[in-house]
């Protein structure tokens, strides 16, 4: 079957570094989403990673290892506005998005 | 980027009614669009992939016959929930994927629509 784990809840401090890590197993495979989602509102786009390796944006970078059915959402000088849940997504073979359950991030001051 | 529109943002209806939530792609043409639902901290159920003139996909255990989706040009969807009863009150989200550009297949979503049936 397909699944995507990813822990449900993280706790950090502000300014400091997070990272949220996701496995995946998926029939085929056409890449790995990361999404941001504050409580009460739609999800936005953060990354896509289809190659291995790792992806800077910003304050945010997205790690993929392809072999190893992993990723990762790595948050620095973490701010309280970064307080969401991060949602984990990969594609399949269909080009289906099979999501996570999302990870709440906490932040505090 | 690519925006999507949703309508209503919010909506209170009765039991038994039917209510319509329309998808739009603002920007783009989008050949497919996608509902979801989501219940209180849990995350997205996609309910149904809806191409641009044909029948919408169903996930398994969605009720086609209550959650009817129209996806009547490159630019609309829509989706109906029929007969609404209170376990159908949940956040519903729409997204669309855009062709016309890029190899990412990202999804676009709309704000999503908040549904409460009394």
């Known amino acids: 079957g397909q699944n995507i784990d990813q822990p449900t809840e993280m706790t950090a401090t502000e300014g400091a570094i997070v990272q949220i890590n996701c496995t995946y197993q998926t029939s085929g495979f056409n890449g790995l989403f990361w999404y941001q989602q504050h409580a009460g509102e739609a999800p936005t786009f953060l990354s896509y990673?289809?190659l291995d390796g790792l992806e800077e944006k910003g304050r945010f970078s997205s790690f993929l290892s392809r072999s190893k059915g992993y990723s990762y959402l790595l948050l620095k000088e973490l701010q309280m506005k970064d307080s969401a849940s991060y949602l984990c997504a990969a594609m399949d073979s269909n080009y289906q998005l099979i999501w996570g359950a999302g990870t709440k991030l906490i932040i505090k001051p | 980027g690519a925006v999507v529109s949703q309508h209503p943002s919010r909506v209170i209806c009765k039991s038994g009614t039917s209510v319509k939530i329309e998808c739009r792609s603002l920007?783009?043409?989008?050949?497919?669009m996608f509902w979801y639902r989501q219940f209180p901290k849990q995350s997205l159920m996609l309910m149904a992939t809806?191409?641009?003139?044909?029948?919408?996909?169903?996930e398994q255990g969605v009720e086609k016959d209550k959650f009817l989706i129209n996806h009547a040009s490159l630019t609309l969807s829509t989706l109906t929930v029929t007969s609404a009863h209170p376990e159908d009150s949940s956040f519903y989200i729409c997204?669309?994927?855009?062709?016309?550009?890029?190899?990412?297949?990202?999804?676009?979503f709309g704000p999503g629509t908040r549904l409460t049936v009394t």
């Open positions: 997204s669309a994927r855009d062709h016309g550009g890029g190899d990412s297949y990202e999804q676009y």
């Open positions: 990673n289809v």
């Open positions: 809806s191409n641009e003139g044909s029948k919408a996909t169903y």
């Open positions: 920007d783009f043409q989008a050949t497919t």
